[in-house]
T-cell receptor
Framework: SAVISQKPSRDICQRGTSLTIQCQVD?????MFWYRQQPGQSLTLIAT?????????ESGFVIDKFPISRPNLTFSTLTVSNMSPEDSSIYLC???????????FGPGTRLTVT | AQTVTQSQPEMSVQEAETVTLSCTYD???????LFWYKQPPSRQMILVIR??????QNATENRFSVNFQKAAKSFSLKISDSQLGDTAMYFC?????????????FGKGITLSVRP
């Protein structure tokens, strides 16, 4: 499985500001995914990031709020813009496994918005 | 759209005993993939086991095995010889396929506590 790191691991931010979360993989992958996990809840997919193309967003998530970059096959960023307390969540990136039909997750970024 | 249902929010099991976690799903796809993920309190999501829908044989990984009933759209996880380190939240997840179909749909999760 791939080794995935995320930065920062946690942050406390003030409302109205933005935070960029980085996801780094130790091998080249085609598909990267960003999920949100609200407190005590399950994971919800925000968007799929394919290298060299615009991210594909799920219903309820928009690019202005969650812009994503995917500059190469090992790296992606998710920005949470104009934050409000409702954005307090764990944000996780994942990658498609080498054998496809499986995904591996990063350790997550715990975001608290005050 | 696919849905994944985990109706038990919490379960508890004595160390060394066996526990079964339930999951049902709904899809119109004929081929797909099902997963169980474990999320310990440290929050790192760990892939526990995977099942391909086209395979009749149930997947096993050491102490973890599944009971996959395609017609009933049921996918339960059995943990044998439970250990304290199995304490975690467990999520059942569905995937349609590779590439653009490889996004995961998760159930609500179940919190498993293993008692010493």
């Amino acid at each position: 499985s791939a080794v995935i790191s995320q930065k920062p691991s946690r942050d406390i931010c003030q409302r109205g500001t933005s935070l960029t979360i980085q996801c780094q993989v130790d091998s080249q992958v085609t598909m990267m995914f960003w999920y949100r996990q609200q407190p005590g809840q399950s994971l919800t997919l925000i968007a799929t990031a394919n290298q060299g193309s615009e991210a594909t967003y799920e219903s309820g998530f928009v690019i202005d709020k969650f812009p994503i970059s995917r500059p190469n096959l090992t790296f992606s960023t998710l920005t949470v813009s104009n934050m409000s307390p409702e954005d307090s969540s764990i944000y996780l990136c994942s990658v498609e496994g080498q054998g496809y039909y499986e995904q591996y997750f990063g350790p997550g970024t715990r975001l608290t918005v005050t | 759209a696919q849905t994944v249902t985990q109706s038990q929010p919490e379960m508890s099991v004595q160390e060394a005993e066996t526990v079964t976690l339930s999951c049902t799903y709904d899809t119109s796809e004929s081929n797909y993939y099902l997963f169980w993920y474990k999320q310990p309190p440290s929050r790192q999501m760990i892939l526990v086991i995977r099942q391909e829908a086209y395979k009749q044989q149930n997947a096993t990984e050491n102490r973890f095995s599944v009971n996959f009933q395609k017609a009933a759209k049921s996918f339960s996880l059995k943990i044998s010889d439970s250990q304290l380190g199995d304490t975690a939240m467990y999520f059942c997840a569905f995937m349609k396929g590779a590439g653009a179909n490889s996004k995961l749909t998760f159930g609500k999760g179940i919190t498993l506590s293993v008692r010493p």
